[in-house]
């Protein structure tokens, strides 16, 4: 109905400006109606008005600039912050952006259901522009059918093909290496190619590459965020999934199950290891590549953004003869480059270090380090077992996952040897006590444990778009952020530029909760105290809980309110 009323409206307009007379009006209504679209679409059509006269009406309708779109050419970036399916459903087109607003070209700019669905895709200020229905429907055919081609091209001209080669292990047989030369031939290698190229050098950790009905969709999670960054044509789907199967050295006639394996890269004189995991779904086979380049990594402790009492105590900790340091988070919270970190810290000559990991993400230039193959035996006990007849300093253990893990760790950290592992806990107390209900004894645990930490990563501001700005007490109150903390501190977040590409951050930084174990924490952890007795003995002693490290990088401009609280548990205050 309320269509019907714009249009006679529009229609009224028309009459009212001798563009066209009540008879050609009628005409335009009847068209539009059985059509389904527009009456300006339709009038352009039948060739009634023309294209220019009709976006100059309906700016005068809505009260809103209007746009020649023939005179517009989009950047492809602008085009990609848009969904094609989202353009398409609501005829919109993405012009420019400027900092956190998206100029968007629509047919109907009042269409608040429309620009609500944009704000929440985009995570952008939406503004309105208004262009004819007939050439913005031409525009998004034009731009989103030629974007994959055009940012194929794009990936392409990154590279030279004489800075970018795969090395491949000794063992690789026959056929896989004619079947290799065999795909090298297909257009889809550019692609990829160029794919594998763009992702590191942008610093992303992961790389989705998503079969649908339709069509295929890629994102990269940058800054622990996924973005959507194109979406190739639907027939390149077979052979993007058996190219990278190929060379991550994998069975590409097998689609039933899921595989893994792994792809080096040398890119500039700068190898890169992607680790390459495929699950079947419904449209085909799903394929991440985590990218492990050792070349992003910082391996200096003192770079993380410890606190110097938490960074005081996690250096007395790992140069210690002997006993027990944990991290613990969740999966990608950065406890594997934090170990590492600290190996490379006590990586001496005359030092045997020895690591059991699942799988080996990183070669560390003096360090044996072991694959973990459950399927054969080798688990991480096992493992352990063969570590301690090896005349180790330094044991590192991947994860503690079960009883027999644990007690051969905490056997080896009482008889000499310092060892490091990880434990899937939300928090350093919560960590005892998962210890202890694995069925280790309270005691042992007490005498081991050196030192435990509980990490997340938050994303830093970008500091090339950072502005001061304010919460409201509504806000503060639901997060529960003290008050008085609050009124005495200047709040940053990013606006959005090119170089964060809108979102507004850039980076991450490590939010740390160290618990040093004192002999009162020991004491308490014998008798089983409980672990909010654990954690306010620990608070007593200087600890800070994950919440208020990540409010002092608050107060530093670091990181913004809303990634702590995102990151961080209320019960933490």
């Keep these: 109905m309320a269509t019907n009323v714009a249009q006679d409206r529009l229609g009224d307009l028309f009459v009212s400006e001798g563009l066209v007379t009540h008879q050609q009006l009628q005409e335009g209504l009847r068209e539009a109606r059985s059509t389904g679209t527009r009456l300006g679409y339709a009038l352009v059509k039948l060739g009634l008005v023309a294209e220019e006269e009709l976006t100059r009406m309906l700016a005068k309708q809505y009260r809103v600039p209007a746009v020649a779109l023939d005179r517009v050419e989009v950047d492809l970036k602008v085009l990609r912050t848009v969904p094609s399916d989202v353009a398409h459903k609501h005829l919109v087109l993405p012009l420019r952006r400027v900092g956190r607003t998206l100029t968007v070209a629509m047919a109907n700019p009042t269409d608040l259901g429309a620009i609500d669905d944009l704000k929440f895709v985009t995570k952008m200020n939406i503004e ?87 069509e295929v969709r890629v994102r990269y999670r940058i800054d622990g965020s996924l973005q959507e960054v194109m979406k190739p044509p639907v027939k390149m789907k077979a052979a993007l999934t058996s190219r990278v199967k ?45 990218i492990l380049d050792k070349g992003n990594l910082t391996f200096d402790l003192s770079k993380f953004g410890f606190e110097p009492k938490a960074e005081k105590d996690f250096f007395h900790a790992i140069s210690q003869p002997y006993g027990m340091v944990l991290v613990t988070g969740p999966t990608g919270s950065g406890k594997t480059t934090t170990l590492y970190s600290a190996l490379s810290r006590v990586n001496t000559i005359d030092t045997n270090i020895m690591t059991a990991e699942d799988p080996v993400e990183y070669n560390i230039h003096g360090i044996n380090q072991v694959q973990v193959r459950s399927d054969i035996g080798m688990s991480f006990a096992a493992a352990l077992r063969a570590f301690l007849r090896q005349d180790p300093n330094i044991i590192m253990v991947g994860e503690i996952r079960d009883f027999d893990t644990g007690g051969i760790a905490i056997k080896a950290a009482l008889t000499g040897h310092l060892v490091l592992s990880t434990l899937h806990t939300n928090d350093c107390p919560s960590t005892i006590t998962r210890l202890i209900d694995m069925g280790l004894e309270p005691f042992n645990v007490a005498s081991a444990l050196n030192l435990l930490t509980a990490q997340r990563l938050v994303r830093r501001i970008c500091t090339n778009c950072k502005r001061e700005t304010t919460y409201s007490e509504d806000y503060l109150r639901a997060a529960r952020v003290p008050l008085d903390w609050a009124a005495a501190q200047t709040f940053y977040k990013g606006e959005g530029c090119e170089a964060c590409e809108g979102s507004g951050y850039r980076g991450r930084q490590g939010l740390y909760e160290v618990m040093a174990m004192s002999s009162t924490l020991r004491k308490a952890v014998m008798s089983e105290a409980s672990t909010d007795e654990l954690r306010d003995i620990a608070l007593d002693e200087g600890m800070l809980t994950l919440r208020m490290d990540g409010l002092k990088k608050v107060e530093r401009g670091i990181t913004t309110l809303e990634e702590v609280v995102k990151e961080t548990s209320v019960k933490s205050d």
Excluded at 146 to 160: G, N, S
Excluded at 183 to 197: D, M, S, Y
Excluded at 248 to 273: C, S, T
């Design 246 to 290: 190929i060379l991550a050295d994998l069975n590409i006639a097998e689609r039933r199950v899921p595989q893994d394996g792994r792809i080096k890269l040398r890119l500039r004189n700068r190898v890169v290891d992607f680790r390459v995991s495929t699950l079947p779904v419904i449209f085909g086979e799903k394929i991440v590549l985590r």
């Design 128 to 214: 309105a522009v208004v262009a004819g229905e007939y050439t913005l429907r031409k525009h998004l055919e034009r731009y989103y059918e030629t974007a994959d081609e055009q940012m194929a091209v794009i990936l392409e001209d990154l590279i030279e093909e004489d800075d970018l080669e795969f090395v491949e292990d000794e063992q690789d047989d026959e056929s896989l290496a004619a079947l290799t030369a065999e795909v090298n031939n297909a257009p889809v290698v550019k692609f990829i190619n160029g794919l594998l190229t763009d992702a590191v050098m942008k610093g992303v950790s992961d790389i989705h590459i998503e079969p649908y009905e339709k």
